[in-house]
Nanobody, 121 residues
């Protein structure tokens, strides 16, 4: 499956952004989906994941309560609503698809190209 992220950009601390991830094929009942991010000079880290059922979600502690992951399988699209943004959220955000429900990047076989999110103070 091919994935394309959109919605990144510049936001002020405390503000909001919504990222989208469009898939090239049907994702319902097939793919678990996840968001990862990589800040400059740092390792790629897990942000959030949603099971193919849509009912199971998991978040990194650093974003819990601020970010919400969701999916619209009718549109083959996944979202990441990011509220109360902090400067430390600045990173390139990647969406990914997996046949297993996991927080580990090695478990994901398909990746998007990434979208830059920059949060200014």
């Amino acid at each position: 499956v091919q994935l394309v992220e959109s919605g990144g950009g510049l936001a002020q601390a405390g503000g909001s952004l919504r990222l989208s991830c469009a898939a090239s094929e049907r994702t319902s009942r097939t793919y678990n989906m996840g968001w990862f991010r990589q800040a400059l000079g740092k390792e790629r880290e897990f942000v959030a994941a949603i099971a193919w059922t849509g009912s199971n979600t998991v978040y990194a502690d650093s974003v819990k309560g601020r970010f919400t992951i969701s999916r619209d399988d009718a549109k083959n699209t996944m979202y990441l609503q990011m509220n109360s943004l902090k400067t430390e959220d600045t990173a390139v955000y990647y969406c990914a698809a997996a046949t297993v429900f996991t927080v580990l990047p090695d478990g994901y076989g398909s990746w998007g190209q990434g979208t830059q999110v920059t949060v200014s103070s």
